[in-house]
C-alpha cells in the first residue's frame, strides 16, 4: 500500500503562486509515475499534469502550459506542484495520484493510489 498526502493549498489572490507538495509513504514502487488532477463541485476529475519516475518526462493539461510546473524528488518521496498566475479557475481540489506501472498518461483511471486532496482557492 501507498499512502499519498497533499499540502500546500489555501487561498490565494489572482495572478499569486502556490506550491503544492505530494508526500508519499508506504511501500512505493519504483519507477512510478505521479499525476495531479483537481476536481470541482459537479465535475469530473481533470488532469492536471504528470511526471515521470525519473522526472525527464512531463506532460500538462493546456490549460496550465507555461503556468504550472511539476517536479519531484525520489529522495524524499515527494512530488510538487509549483502554481504561478493563479485565476480563479483553477480553483478546485488538487489531488496527486501515483501509477505504479510507470505510465505517463491524463486518464484517471490508470492510477492506482490517491491522496485525500488539498483545496486551492483562487480568489478575484
Known amino acids: 500500500q501507498v499512502q499519498l498526502v497533499e499540502s500546500g493549498g489555501g487561498l490565494v489572490q489572482t495572478g499569486g503562486s502556490l506550491r503544492l507538495s505530494c508526500a508519499a509513504s508506504?511501500?512505493?514502487?519504483?519507477?512510478?509515475?505521479t499525476g495531479w488532477f483537481r476536481q470541482v463541485p459537479g465535475k469530473e476529475r481533470e488532469f492536471v499534469a504528470a511526471i515521470t519516475f525519473r522526472g525527464d518526462i512531463t506532460y500538462y493539461a493546456d490549460s496550465v502550459k507555461s503556468r504550472f510546473t511539476i517536479s519531484r524528488d525520489n529522495a524524499e518521496n515527494a512530488v510538487y506542484l509549483q502554481m504561478t498566475s493563479l485565476n480563479p479557475e483553477d480553483t478546485a481540489v488538487y489531488y496527486c495520484a501515483a501509477d505504479k506501472f510507470g505510465r505517463l498518461t491524463p486518464t484517471t483511471r490508470a492510477y492506482d493510489y490517491w491522496g485525500q486532496g488539498t483545496q486551492v482557492t483562487v480568489s478575484s
Open positions: 508506504g511501500r512505493t514502487f519504483s519507477p512510478y509515475t
